[in-house]
């Protein structure tokens, strides 16, 4: 089933983007609709982190704007920022980005108590996440205590605590071995066919073809070609 629509998550304009003398975006445009699975791929240095912190409102653009879900980026504040990224985008990370001295349980929650939801209420929050990710056995056990697998599906719950308009994934894939990398993959297809709207950054083609419905291809801060995609199975 096609879950996408026309209401538009990512509008990127005109996105410049120089640090110094070096230019990581150069008038980049980009639209994402609600629904959809979008890889970025690219080269190394060719500007796909530099979008990603830019969708994030991790960083600002030189010129151009940035607009998600609704909210132009360049019209919130440092502090506006922080809660829009809280309550509006899910991140997911290669390195998973989990704090070391906290269950895994508690890691996911604190995403939602960040944002002035009462701890009891997070709790149940994650519970509920960690149930659906087939990990509510390893809610008490530390990060150390995890594998790789299920670190990530740990960060999955924590990006989904707020229900985000958008899940971004920064190489979800890319510190897993090949079953757990399978594993992710389905995950994000499943939330995918539910409505999440996802932008991958990838350098994986297979990753791209099984999780995405469209590629988009960067080269020298510019897109240089997008496609549509029919997932592998």
Do not use: W
């Amino acid at each position: 089933m096609d879950t996408r629509d026309e209401r538009l998550v990512v509008r990127l304009g005109d996105v410049r983007k120089e640090y110094g003398a070096t230019t990581a975006l150069d008038g980049l445009s980009l639209r994402v609709r609600a629904g959809e699975a979008v890889a970025v791929m690219g080269p190394s240095g060719c500007g796909k982190s530099t979008l990603l912190n830019l969708i994030a409102g991790l960083d600002r653009p030189t010129a151009g704007t940035v607009e998600v879900d609704g909210q132009e980026l360049g019209a919130l504040n440092e502090t506006g920022l922080a809660l829009f990224r809280r309550r509006r985008v899910g991140m997911i990370f290669q390195f998973f980005n989990l704090i070391e001295d906290l269950p895994a349980l508690d890691n996911a929650a604190l995403a939602a108590q960040l944002t002035g939801t009462p701890a009891r209420q997070a709790r149940d929050r994650a519970l509920e996440l960690f149930d659906e990710l087939g990990i509510a056995e390893r809610a008490n056990a530390y990060p150390a205590a995890l594998s790789g697998g299920e670190r990530q599906r740990v960060a999955v719950a924590r990006a989904l605590m707020n229900r985000p308009a958008l899940l971004l994934a920064d190489e979800p894939t890319g510190a897993l071995d090949s079953r757990s990398g399978e594993q992710v993959m389905d995950l994000l297809i499943d939330l995918n066919q539910i409505g999440q709207t996802l932008l991958i950054v990838t350098h994986d083609p297979g990753l791209a073809a099984r999780c995405a419905s469209r590629r988009v291809e960067l080269r020298d801060g510019q897109v240089v070609a997008e496609q549509s995609l029919d997932r592998t199975p």
